[in-house]
């Protein structure tokens, strides 16, 4: 059964950092499109980030304050949030786009996790 497990969501204040680790298991994503996307409130689901090999991609709201990595050893995706700013509130998720790169489009992806919730305060 394949899982995609999010953690390292919480509260924090603006201008703060938090790191986001998606363990996954199941079967093996090391040659697969990992990302992340994010959902508010009353908003549709956004691309964050995605990573593929050597390829990273970003949305224009997150490109130079979040930075996305993995390690295919320990079967885990992490994306590291800094200057968070109270626009970045929302759940996000981890998901795996098998075989393609198509990183912004969500209805690529496979599998998806449960989300995990970042808040932050003005």
């Known amino acids: 059964q394949v899982q995609l497990v999010e953690s390292g969501g919480g509260l924090v204040q603006a201008g703060g950092s938090l790191r986001l680790s998606c363990a996954t298991s199941?079967?093996?994503?090391?040659?697969?499109?990992m990302g992340w996307f994010r959902q508010a409130p009353g908003k549709e689901r956004e691309f964050v980030s995605a990573?593929?090999?050597?390829?990273?991609y970003y949305s224009d709201s997150v490109k130079g304050r979040f930075t996305i990595s993995r390690d295919n050893t320990k079967n885990m995706v992490y994306l590291q949030m800094n200057s968070l700013k109270p626009e970045d509130t929302a759940v996000y998720y981890c998901a795996a786009e098998l075989g393609s790169w198509y990183p912004q489009q969500a209805g690529k992806y496979d599998y998806w996790g449960q989300g995990t919730q970042v808040t932050v305060s003005s």
């Open positions: 990573i593929n090999g050597g390829n990273t």
């Open positions: 199941g079967r093996t994503f090391s040659r697969d499109t």
